[in-house]
């Protein structure tokens, strides 16, 4: 059900589950994932700080869950009920600008290089 695509990164077929995992810099105290797909904007999905506190996008709340494993220094997004729509890179990200929910005008890949999710049939 979830195969590897190039790049790196993952497929899953449309109504599928996905968890992606993430090792961000501990030495911050918040987290997030953002999302890009071609021609649209850098979106912030969900960010989740020290205190395990989260928020979540109206695009994805209900569907996506961010979890933290403080022993495992770890963050996790899980995917649930995933649409054609929720095709993109996603980017695991950390500090300040997460905390503020700041988009980043380069656009995603501020945050690093990323991980291709094609979500289809």
């Known amino acids: 059900e979830v195969q590897q695509a190039e790049s790196g990164g993952m497929s899953v077929q449309i109504g599928g589950s996905l968890t992606l995992p993430c090792t961000p810099d501990?030495?911050?105290?918040?987290w997030g994932w953002y999302r890009q797909a071609p021609g649209n904007k850098c979106e912030l999905l969900a960010t989740?700080?020290?205190?395990?506190?989260?928020y979540y996008a109206d695009s994805v709340k209900g569907r996506f869950t961010i979890s933290r494993d403080s022993a495992k220094k770890m963050v996790y997004l899980q995917m649930n009920s995933l649409k054609s729509e929720d095709t993109a890179v996603y980017y695991c990200?950390?500090?300040?600008?997460?905390?503020?929910?700041?988009?980043?005008?380069?656009?995603?890949?501020?945050w690093g290089q990323g991980t291709q999710v094609t979500v289809s049939s």
């Open positions: 990200a950390a500090g300040p600008r997460v905390r503020w929910r700041e988009i980043p005008r380069e656009g995603c890949d501020y």
């Open positions: 989740i700080n020290s205190l395990n506190r989260t």
């Open positions: 501990d030495r911050e105290f918040d």
